[in-house]
């Protein structure tokens, strides 16, 4: 993979870029310390860049991937303009199975597909899917907004709260699901501090979320993960506010490893729940959290800490980078068509509908 600088000011918000029609990723690995990109001129790149955390994020992986598919379907393209669909079908599969548990990956996928499908044969695909590829892109920043907007009605501030993983501009088009609902609700003073989990193993926390709230301006501490059940219990906690990578069919909800953990020990202490995700993130064909497949990732991400091995030698790893949490441990899901509060099959079904 080529990194490069890009001679831009570099905002969380315009992490994923598609210039001089190639795509660029803000390379999230190499945060807060260098700001460098990654350039992804096919979609295998832009499939390993995925699964090796270059860019990171339901929402932000999919909208990746739907760029990627674009690539894919230029190089088909180009080879073999009479007959570019059947390897082309092969990249969608190598993207999609770049991480599975973020459903936004198959989603904006199977969008790029159906975009293609009713292309009339000979015709260059590349206009018709970059235009949908953008429109995900686009359509995504402006539901973060109103996710915000409705995430922050629902707090009744001042209050202080625990936030999980990096769910902000980096992980989205721009602005964030559960950080987006953060950034609007301190903006309307209902927020006054945020407690960032450094979320291990990858510290998406200490190194991304940390980034953007410094950035904002929001006043927040980083705290280790297993120092946040102990800091609800001192009191002054209203929300917990995750987001998320796949919500099944009965509202239980895949999100970073240790967000279960959260929700336990919030429901104990009277702190409320809620998790912000675009409705792309709900996955009907799903029924529950049991079907949800959990990514497991190298034990090394678990040994080792900034590339430095830290564990003994001699012992084992379980590295799940993703649990769930049963839909009666939440009290709201956020998404940008409003609330679904204490969530079931029923009041799912009813929101993705439209009631
Ligand atoms: O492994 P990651 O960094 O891709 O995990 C990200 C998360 O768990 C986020 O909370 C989730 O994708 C929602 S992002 C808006």
Redesign the pocket.
Known sequence: MQSLSLDIDVTPNDAILWRDDNLYLLDQRALPGAERFVVCPDAQTTADAIRS?VV??????GITAAYGVVLAARARYASSPDDWRGGFANDLAVLAAS?PT?VNLAWAIERLRRAADVLDAGVDPVPALLAAARAIHATDRADNRRMGAFGADLIQGPTQVIT????GGL??GGW???LGVIRSAHAEQRITHVFADETRP?L?GARLTAWELARDGIPASLIADGAAAARMAQGGIGWVI????RIAANGDVA??IG?YALAVAARYHGVRFMVA?PTS?IDLQTPDGGAIPIEQRPADEVFNCAGQRIAAEGIGAWNP??DVTPAELVDAIVTERGVIERPDVHKVAAHMAGN
């Open positions: 955390m990171r994020g339901a929402p932000a992986i991480r973020a999980h993983c990096n769910t992980a989205t964030g699901t559960a990858w998406q995750v987001g998320s990578d999100n970073k967000t995700a993130t980078v993703f």
